[in-house]
């Protein structure tokens, strides 16, 4: 079966009581026990409802992984994710690696003992020279968030897999649609399903999915003790957002290239970021461990004035945080997303106060490069 | 069903600089506020009472101080796990009837406890509301109500699966605090993962089952328990 079909035909997209092709949203807290002896297949919500059940199991589908688990947001996922580990691990980051997930690291999962150690992924050597004796993981990001940058992710797998190391990803820039970690060695993917999952902006939500059953227990324990589920509504509004995941993304990378391709010939901006571009450091690279580049397009201005003065003018871009909806967004990672980060330390990544990131949405391109330009003046 | 001083900690855990956590679920705010007996932070599983329809799962954390309040608001947004705006609307719904709901599910709760007492073939109950519980009157300085949760032994372990296998109108599921009545085995269900000594030293032995009183009519119910057990 092609991809395209097996998003709409997984085993998950029909109602096993009544044929319906919705699934149902199944607002229940428990279920009620024929048999003390023989407990059902549901008993309690939280450790298992049908309506999740089917997001999660659509999820595994599309990544390829022997299980998928749903969560209240991508945090709750990394978060989740992130528990698998003890007081005394060390784990090795990306350095430009998402706002919430660098907070979870330095401000919360550090209170536990969990170290970590945060390097330029895309360079393996200094991957290798973090590993220490109780390095227990690499948690990437391909493409990174917000500079794009491109990890070999199999090269990743295989310097883990000599150092007996789980590999973690965050996949959301891609979705599965473009790019399917686990058939590279990774061992867990991780989601914000409120981006290109849910494409929508209306629900928040994340996922983990698995390659491994021995893997699958542990997170599953995870998820029903430490409880930070999706609800029903919003897990079925993922399974509907899923549906149209190939047409918005492929309509959505085909904007955002011509809008990377528009930028870079700007005198206005001074660098675009985009994995989809020739010149990109990364371009080669992606070209062979996915089948697409996204709709996330980052640029930096001539100065940080231009910067505020587009955020300020522009009528048909939404100034927010988030990305891979069916609505174009500009965001401001100084601001937003990488609030969370010291300024030396943004500055030093290169998310400075000039820097924009774009995501691509279904809108016509020529509209959107129309909006930036009359804005930027 | 235990009963514990809520100030008397409050105040021993104050001397020695501790913060005191209270999960708050079987009583709902209605019946006890523990912030206002000294507490520093209120625990729900707003999935029981507050929700009161077995129709949503969710979590509640009420903090004493801004500044735990600002520790806590950290906490949720850095790990995520927060509530959907369907089910909060579901939860704030629910909570308009709260008060309703809760002197219904008490008073049938009060009346079923009674009639267990009397059967022949029940060895004990638990249930604050009975004078003879051992937690009685501090339980009646520090709440206003006795809640709608019950537990009871049968006399013989048998028993149990006769009760949870013939039971009509009462479901036999996970979970308390809804609308419709439920019996649950603690042994097996919601202190399944305890180990087994320790399950019997805290009391939570194979002969003890735990009834959620919902809003039916409660003749309809010690019907349906009697001629369960009998």
Same mark, same amino acid.
């Given at each position: 079966?092609?991809?395209?079909?097996?998003?709409?035909?997984?085993?998950?997209?029909?109602?096993?009581?009544?044929?319906?092709?919705?699934?149902?949203?199944?607002?229940?807290?428990?279920? $009620?026990?024929?048999?003390?002896?023989?407990?059902?297949?549901?008993?309690?919500?939280?450790?298992?409802?049908?309506?999740?059940?089917?997001?999660?199991?659509?999820?595994?589908?599309?990544?390829?992984?022997?299980?998928?688990?749903?969560?209240?947001?991508?945090?709750?996922?990394?978060?989740?994710?992130?528990?698998?580990?003890?007081?005394?691990?060390?784990?090795?980051?990306?350095?430009?690696?998402?706002?919430?997930?660098?907070?979870?690291?330095?401000?919360?999962?550090?209170?536990?003992?969990?170290?970590?150690?945060?390097?330029?992924?895309?360079?393996?050597?200094?991957?290798?020279?973090?590993?220490?004796?109780?390095?227990?993981?690499?948690?990437?990001?391909?493409?990174?968030?917000?500079?794009?940058?491109?990890?070999?992710?199999?090269?990743?797998?295989?310097?883990?897999?000599?150092?007996?190391?789980?590999?973690?990803?965050?996949?959301?820039?891609?979705?599965? &649609?473009?790019?399917?970690?686990?058939?590279?060695?990774?061992?867990?993917?991780?989601?914000?399903?409120?981006?290109?999952?849910?494409? $929508?902006?209306?629900?928040?939500?994340?996922?983990?999915?698995?390659?491994?059953?021995?893997?699958?227990?542990?997170?599953?324990?995870?998820?029903?003790?430490?409880?930070?589920?999706?609800?029903?509504?919003?897990?079925?509004?993922?399974?509907?957002?899923?549906?149209?995941?190939?047409?918005?993304?492929?309509?959505?990378?085909?904007?955002?290239? *011509?809008?990377?391709?528009?930028?870079?010939?700007?005198?206005?901006?001074?660098?675009?970021?985009?994995?989809?571009?020739?010149?990109?450091?990364?371009?080669?690279?992606?070209?062979?461990?996915?089948?697409?580049?996204?709709?996330?397009?980052?640029?930096?201005?001539?100065?940080?004035?231009?910067?505020?003065?587009?955020?300020?003018?522009?009528?048909?871009?939404?100034?927010?945080?988030?990305?891979?909806?069916?609505?174009?967004?500009?965001? &401001?990672?100084?601001?937003?997303?990488?609030?969370?980060?010291?300024? *030396?330390?943004?500055?030093?990544?290169?998310?400075?106060?000039?820097?924009?990131?774009?995501?691509?949405?279904?809108?016509?391109?020529?509209?959107?490069?129309?909006?930036?330009?009359?804005?930027?003046? | 069903?235990?009963?514990?001083?809520?100030?008397?900690?409050?105040?021993?855990?104050?001397?020695?600089?501790?913060?005191?956590?209270?999960?708050?679920?079987?009583?709902?705010?209605?019946?006890?506020?523990?912030?206002?007996?000294?507490?520093?932070?209120?625990?729900?599983?707003?999935?029981?009472?507050? !929700? !009161?329809?077995?129709?949503?799962?969710?979590?509640?954390?009420?903090?004493?101080?801004?500044?735990?309040?600002?520790?806590?608001?950290?906490?949720?947004?850095?790990?995520?796990?927060?509530?959907?705006?369907?089910?909060?609307?579901?939860?704030?719904?629910?909570?308009?009837?709260?008060?309703?709901?809760?002197?219904?599910?008490?008073?049938?709760?009060?009346?079923?406890?009674?009639?267990?007492?009397?059967?022949?073939?029940?060895?004990?109950?638990?249930?604050?509301?009975?004078?003879?519980?051992?937690?009685?009157?501090?339980?009646?300085?520090?709440?206003?109500?006795? !809640?709608?949760?019950?537990?009871?032994?049968?006399?013989?372990?048998?028993?149990?699966?006769?009760?949870?296998?013939?039971?009509?109108? #009462?479901?036999?599921?996970?979970?308390? !605090?809804?609308?419709?009545?439920?019996?649950?085995?603690?042994?097996?269900?919601?202190?399944?993962?305890?180990?087994?000594?320790?399950?019997?030293? #805290?009391?939570?032995?194979?002969?003890?089952?735990?009834?959620?009183?919902?809003?039916?009519?409660?003749?309809?119910?010690?019907?349906?328990?009697?001629?369960?057990?009998?």
């Amino acid at each position: 079966m092609k991809y395209a079909t097996k998003i709409l035909h997984n085993g998950n997209e029909r109602d096993p009581h009544t044929g319906a092709l919705s699934i149902p949203i199944y607002q229940v807290s428990t279920f $009620h026990q024929d048999d003390i002896e023989h407990p059902g297949r549901y008993d309690y919500s939280r450790s298992n409802n049908p309506t999740r059940e089917a997001l999660e199991n659509t999820l595994a589908a599309l990544e390829g992984g022997t299980r998928g688990f749903a969560f209240a947001s991508g945090m709750a996922a990394v978060s989740s994710a992130l528990a698998l580990f003890s007081h005394g691990d060390h784990i090795i980051a990306t350095e430009d690696i998402y706002g919430g997930s660098y907070r979870i690291l330095t401000k919360f999962f550090n209170k536990f003992g969990l170290e970590v150690t945060f390097v330029d992924m895309t360079d393996l050597n200094q991957v290798e020279k973090a590993i220490r004796k109780n390095t227990k993981a690499l948690f990437l990001e391909s493409p990174s968030n917000p500079l794009l940058k491109i990890t070999d992710i199999a090269g990743a797998v295989e310097l883990a897999k000599r150092y007996n190391l789980l590999t973690l990803i965050d996949n959301t820039f891609m979705s599965p &649609y473009f790019q399917r970690p686990l058939e590279l060695g990774v061992d867990l993917v991780i989601h914000s399903a409120t981006k290109f999952l849910g494409g $929508h902006s209306d629900v928040i939500g994340g996922a983990v999915v698995v390659g491994s059953e021995a893997l699958a227990t542990k997170i599953y324990f995870v998820q029903n003790s430490f409880g930070a589920v999706q609800g029903p509504q919003d897990a079925w509004l993922v399974l509907r957002g899923i549906k149209t995941l190939r047409a918005r993304m492929e309509l959505q990378q085909q904007s955002a290239m *011509a809008i990377a391709r528009w930028l870079q010939g700007e005198d206005w901006v001074e660098k675009v970021y985009y994995p989809g571009l020739p010149e990109h450091p990364g371009h080669e690279l992606i070209k062979v461990q996915a089948s697409g580049f996204g709709a996330v397009v980052s640029f930096k201005t001539d100065t940080p004035e231009r910067a505020l003065r587009i955020m300020r003018n522009v009528r048909l871009w939404s100034v927010a945080v988030s990305l891979g909806g069916v609505e174009s967004i500009l965001s &401001y990672p100084a601001r937003m997303s990488h609030a969370a980060l010291p300024k *030396a330390e943004r500055e030093r990544l290169g998310l400075t106060d000039n820097f924009i990131r774009l995501s691509v949405g279904l809108e016509d391109a020529e509209d959107l490069m129309a909006d930036l330009e009359a804005s930027r003046k | 069903m235990k009963i514990a001083n809520l100030a008397s900690i409050a105040s021993v855990a104050r001397r020695h600089g501790l913060i005191t956590i209270v999960d708050n679920t079987f009583m709902t705010p209605y019946w006890q506020r523990p912030l206002a007996l000294g507490i520093d932070l209120v625990v729900h599983s707003g999935t029981k009472y507050l !929700g !009161g329809h077995n129709d949503l799962l969710s979590g509640i954390v009420v903090t004493k101080t801004p500044e735990l309040s600002e520790r806590m608001a950290l906490i949720q947004k850095a790990t995520g796990a927060v509530l959907s705006p369907s089910d909060s609307w579901l939860m704030l719904r629910s909570i308009k009837t709260l008060g309703l709901r809760l002197r219904q599910q008490e008073q049938n709760a009060l009346k079923i406890a009674g009639w267990l007492q009397e059967h022949p073939l029940v060895s004990q109950v638990y249930y604050p509301g009975l004078p003879d519980h051992p937690g009685h009157e501090i339980h009646r300085k520090q709440a206003t109500g006795y !809640g709608a949760v019950l537990s009871f032994k049968v006399r013989e372990r048998r028993l149990v699966e006769r009760i949870i296998n013939n039971v009509r109108v #009462i479901s036999f599921a996970e979970s308390l !605090g809804g609308l419709e009545t439920l019996i649950t085995y603690p042994a097996v269900q919601t202190h399944g993962d305890i180990p087994v000594e320790v399950r019997e030293r #805290i009391g939570v032995t194979d002969d003890l089952l735990r009834l959620s009183v919902g809003i039916e009519d409660p003749d309809d119910l010690w019907e349906d328990l009697k001629q369960a057990i009998e």
